[in-house]
């Protein structure tokens, strides 16, 4: 059995809190009866945008603990610059680390607990993977393959941006 960590448990803590949610109507002003939804905060609830940012720093957290720990390295813009293992983007983020199983792997532990403490799930057909010029074509495959990803994206447009880095 895997011990929770404070971030997951963090997240699990705050969806138990929501997960019994009830409206009423107001009926000429007055509040009229009770609706016990079924499938728990939906999205447009005005609650929602709140408990998002709850989750993502508990995601962002155990980014920051797996990177605290050698389990993922960064990406640097230049040589002594600082490393960025992640970026989020209001319901979108980016992930950094090195082209190798186990720390790929280990991004994806961590997306699998944040499923698992947030109940939200990674989109995979909306996930894209993102590889140096220098990265290897069967370590590519490799790693899309464990991550289930449709396909690899070379030099695509991330927010309207070219995504590449480096000398084109």
């Given at each position: 059995m895997r011990k929770i960590g404070f971030n997951e448990g963090w997240i699990k803590l705050i969806m138990m809190?929501?997960?019994?949610?009830?409206?009423?109507?107001?009926?000429?002003?007055?509040?009229?009866?009770?609706?016990?939804?079924?499938?728990?905060?939906?999205?447009?609830?005005?609650?929602?945008?709140?408990?998002?940012?709850?989750?993502?720093?508990?995601?962002?957290?155990?980014?920051?603990?797996?990177?605290?720990?050698?389990?993922?390295?960064?990406?640097?813009?230049?040589?002594?610059?600082?490393?960025?293992?992640?970026?989020?983007?209001?319901?979108?983020?980016?992930?950094?680390?090195?082209?190798?199983?186990?720390?790929?792997?280990?991004v994806l532990d961590i997306l699998k607990d944040y499923e698992e403490a947030s109940r939200q799930k990674i989109n995979k057909t909306k996930t894209a993977l993102f590889f140096s010029k220098a990265t290897d074509t069967a370590i590519k495959n490799n790693i899309k393959e464990a991550w289930g990803v449709p396909k690899i994206m070379q030099y695509e447009k991330?927010?309207?941006?070219?995504?590449f880095v480096g000398k084109g």
């Open positions: 809190c929501v997960s019994i949610v009830t409206y009423s109507v107001l009926v000429n002003g007055e509040p009229s009866g009770l609706i016990h939804p079924t499938r728990g905060i939906r999205q447009g609830d005005p609650l929602s945008p709140f408990l998002f940012l709850l989750c993502m720093k508990g995601l962002n957290g155990m980014i920051k603990k797996a990177e605290m720990n050698g389990d993922i390295h960064g990406f640097s813009l230049c040589t002594r610059g600082p490393k960025l293992t992640h970026l989020l983007f209001a319901d979108d983020c980016l992930l950094f680390c090195r082209a190798t199983i186990n720390e790929c792997g280990r991330y927010l309207g941006l070219p995504s």
